[in-house]
């Protein structure tokens, strides 16, 4: 009995020892398995961080490329589309694919002015149009801000309506608008901000504004219709055979474009309004010679000045009863002389006439162009007679193509050392072309055609939006119309950077809009996309070939 029991005893002991083994063994291979779950949390965690710090690698790349001199920027192939500047960068060398960082630069591309893939390199703002400030342009027109808006692929009055009473100042609704009475009245009600917003994605809580329409099919932003995208339902009336609503009206819209409107080397640019006409003339001569400078002194102090010389001294020749013909310079006065003689007005290029500095500048220079194609009148010094001064800018556009640049460059007529909100017309899309007052289909494609993306070497005048007038696309009466609302450049700049890996996995995708209107970069915005998804196969953004 005694044996039997302690081989029992012995039997009970074996079972608890193997199922302590076996709890033991459990607990190890959950240990295990916790331990590789955790592995595999750190390494993703990591790897995402990584990502992460190459993405904003990217940003400090692009405010470096970006704050550089337009011919530093030239020299490098340029911010627009430039693969050898923004794709592929590498930051982490490494044998292995799966451990070589790198970070690239994205932006929508345009053919013939209609999106079309991706590039890489920076998208200038100031190609999109301002919300914060589309309402600017009624001042110059009545109802222009709702034009600017209609130009918009999918828009209708009733919306275009609604978000400018979404944003001006005021409680009266627009005539297919809606104000607070409106939102007030929604479950959850809420008001508009009636003033700037903070984000484009702000639309959405105007009323009739859809993410079919904000977004369009583009949900995860890289610039292509791919996946699930291509089956989205298309907002009701919206058409998009050409693509222009594939992007939605996000890729249209900004609230941050502005430009520098100072010289090329940081310094202010002389203002042509300057109380001082003293000041102001020993500014102007150095640069650009006695006769312009005397010119610009002039017209401030006479304004612009109508009179057809040829026509009046004919008339005046008649009025003198045929009392003989002169050889002389025509004496054209604004005084009535003996019975039988008739007013003349005496004509002087700008480098003849004595300004009298005694008189103030009463005339206010709206614009450079201003000065093109006018004449002015002043009283010289020491006279009391008013005499016409010629321009030195006549409205022809190959003598414009030699002095405008040079004032473009260095006057100004705003005073101002930011200017916002105005369209780029070298990179915006062809509907925002569109929008701009005066433009027709004809004159659309003739910019289209002439455009270049980047201002070249060779062409450095397109940095400015009066090319248009100087290659004879416009008339100086459409320039004058369309230059308050248009720029050839802009300062403030958006970018979306991948950070990536030549294996795949983890991708970092940050959009920045990088402000250089100010005295010193600000980095305005920094948004996180990758939510969105990953969008972008390492293959296009560029990766390392694998060897042979």
Same mark, same amino acid.
Request: overall charge negative; glycine content about 10%.
């Given at each position: 009995? @005694?044996?039997? $029991?302690?081989?029992?005893?012995?039997?009970?002991?074996?079972?608890?020892?193997?199922?302590?083994?076996?709890?033991?063994?459990?607990? %190890?291979?959950?240990?295990?398995?916790?331990?590789?779950?955790?592995?595999?949390?750190?390494?993703?965690?990591?790897? #995402? @961080?990584?990502?992460?710090?190459?993405?904003?690698?990217?940003?400090?790349?692009?405010?470096?490329?970006?704050?550089?001199?337009?011919?530093?920027?030239?020299?490098?192939?340029?911010?627009?589309?430039?693969?050898?500047?923004?794709?592929?960068?590498?930051?982490?060398?490494?044998?292995?694919?799966?451990?070589?960082?790198?970070?690239?630069?994205?932006?929508?591309?345009?053919?013939?002015?209609?999106?079309?893939?991706?590039?890489?390199?920076?998208?200038?703002?100031?190609? $999109?149009?301002?919300?914060?400030?589309?309402?600017?342009?009624?001042?110059?027109?009545?109802?222009?801000?709702?034009?600017?808006?209609?130009?918009? &692929?999918?828009?209708?009055?009733?919306?275009?309506?609604?978000?400018?009473?979404?944003?001006?100042?005021?409680?009266?609704?627009?005539?297919?608008? =809606?104000?607070?009475?409106?939102?007030?009245?929604?479950?959850?009600?809420?008001?508009?901000?009636?003033?700037?917003?903070?984000?484009?994605?702000?639309?959405?809580?105007?009323?009739?504004?859809?993410?079919?329409?904000?977004?369009?099919?583009?949900?995860?932003?890289?610039?292509?219709?791919? #996946?699930?995208? +291509?089956?989205?339902?298309?907002?009701?009336?919206?058409? *998009?055979?050409?693509?222009?609503?594939?992007?939605?009206?996000?890729?249209?819209?900004?609230?941050?474009?502005?430009?520098?409107?100072?010289?090329?080397? %940081? @310094?202010?640019?002389?203002?042509?309004?300057?109380?001082?006409?003293?000041?102001?003339?020993?500014?102007?001569?150095?640069?650009?010679?006695?006769?312009?400078?005397?010119?610009?002194?002039?017209?401030?102090?006479? #304004?612009?000045?109508?009179?057809?010389?040829?026509?009046?001294?004919?008339?005046?020749? +008649?009025?003198?009863?045929?009392?003989?013909?002169?050889?002389?310079?025509?004496?054209?006065?604004? @005084?009535?002389?003996?019975?039988?003689?008739?007013?003349?007005?005496?004509?002087?290029?700008?480098?003849?006439?004595?300004?009298?500095?005694?008189?103030?500048?009463?005339?206010?220079?709206?614009?450079?162009?201003?000065?093109?194609?006018?004449?002015?009148?002043?009283?010289?010094?020491?006279?009391?007679?008013?005499?016409?001064?010629?321009?030195?800018?006549? *409205?022809?556009?190959?003598?414009?193509?030699?002095?405008?640049?040079?004032?473009?460059?260095?006057?100004?007529?705003?005073?101002?050392?930011?200017?916002? +909100?105005?369209?780029?017309?070298?990179?915006?899309?062809?509907?925002?072309?569109? +929008?701009?007052?005066?433009?027709?289909?004809?004159?659309?494609?003739?910019?289209?055609?002439? $455009?270049?993306?980047?201002?070249?070497?060779?062409?450095?005048?397109?940095?400015?939006?009066?090319?248009?007038?100087?290659?004879?696309?416009?008339?100086?009466?459409?320039?004058?119309?369309?230059?308050?609302?248009?720029?050839? !450049?802009?300062?403030?700049?958006?970018?979306?950077?991948?950070?990536?890996?030549?294996?795949?996995?983890?991708?970092? $995708?940050?959009? =920045?809009?990088?402000?250089?209107? %100010?005295?010193?970069?600000?980095?305005?915005?920094?948004?996180?996309?990758?939510?969105? #998804?990953?969008?972008?196969? &390492?293959?296009?953004? !560029?990766?390392?070939?694998?060897?042979?």
């Amino acid at each position: 009995m @005694t044996h039997l $029991r302690q081989r029992r005893r012995s039997g009970s002991i074996l079972l608890v020892v193997l199922v302590v083994v076996s709890l033991l063994t459990l607990t %190890g291979m959950a240990f295990f398995d916790w331990s590789f779950t955790q592995r595999r949390a750190s390494d993703a965690y990591t790897r #995402g @961080t990584q990502a992460r710090l190459l993405a904003e690698s990217g940003i400090d790349f692009a405010q470096v490329q970006a704050a550089k001199t337009l011919d530093l920027q030239q020299q490098a192939g340029g911010l627009y589309n430039n693969p050898a500047m923004f794709q592929g960068m590498l930051v982490l060398d490494s044998d292995a694919a799966e451990l070589r960082g790198r970070f690239a630069i994205v932006a929508p591309a345009l053919e013939n002015g209609l999106w079309n893939g991706l590039r890489f390199g920076l998208e200038n703002e100031s190609a $999109r149009l301002n919300l914060n400030t589309v309402l600017l342009a009624d001042k110059q027109m009545e109802g222009q801000s709702r034009v600017l808006l209609m130009a918009l &692929p999918g828009m209708t009055e009733s919306i275009a309506d609604a978000i400018l009473d979404f944003i001006d100042e005021d409680d009266e609704p627009r005539d297919f608008g =809606a104000e607070a009475s409106y939102y007030s009245a929604l479950t959850p009600s809420y008001a508009p901000p009636n003033g700037p917003l903070e984000s484009v994605d702000q639309l959405l809580l105007v009323r009739d504004v859809t993410p079919e329409l904000l977004y369009g099919w583009d949900r995860n932003r890289n610039f292509v219709i791919d #996946g699930a995208e +291509g089956a989205l339902p298309a907002p009701l009336g919206v058409d *998009n055979s050409d693509g222009s609503m594939s992007l939605g009206w996000n890729a249209y819209l900004t609230l941050a474009s502005a430009e520098k409107n100072l010289r090329a080397d %940081g @310094t202010p640019k002389i203002d042509v309004n300057m109380e001082d006409l003293q000041v102001l003339y020993d500014q102007l001569e150095p640069l650009l010679g006695a006769e312009q400078a005397n010119f610009i002194i002039a017209f401030r102090q006479g #304004g612009p000045d109508t009179t057809d010389l040829e026509a009046e001294a004919a008339g005046a020749a +008649g009025a003198a009863g045929g009392a003989g013909t002169s050889d002389g310079p025509t004496d054209v006065s604004d @005084t009535v002389g003996e019975e039988g003689e008739a007013a003349t007005t005496q004509s002087k290029t700008a480098a003849e006439v004595q300004i009298d500095y005694e008189q103030p500048g009463s005339e206010t220079i709206g614009s450079l162009l201003d000065l093109v194609g006018v004449n002015t009148r002043v009283v010289e010094e020491g006279s009391t007679q008013r005499v016409v001064v010629v321009t030195p800018f006549p *409205n022809d556009p190959a003598a414009l193509s030699q002095s405008l640049p040079l004032l473009m460059d260095n006057l100004t007529a705003s005073g101002q050392a930011v200017v916002p +909100g105005r369209l780029n017309v070298n990179q915006c899309p062809r509907q925002l072309l569109e +929008g701009l007052p005066g433009m027709d289909p004809s004159l659309v494609e003739q910019i289209l055609g002439a $455009r270049d993306f980047e201002v070249l070497a060779e062409r450095p005048d397109r940095k400015y939006e009066t090319w248009l007038l100087t290659e004879g696309i416009l008339t100086l009466e459409q320039m004058k119309l369309l230059m308050p609302l248009a720029t050839g !450049g802009g300062d403030v700049y958006r970018a979306q950077v991948v950070g990536y890996f030549d294996a795949g996995g983890a991708q970092c $995708r940050l959009e =920045a809009v990088i402000d250089l209107s %100010g005295l010193m970069p600000n980095l305005a915005r920094v948004r996180n996309l990758t939510a969105l #998804g990953q969008g972008f196969d &390492p293959a296009v953004l !560029g990766v390392q070939p694998d060897e042979p």
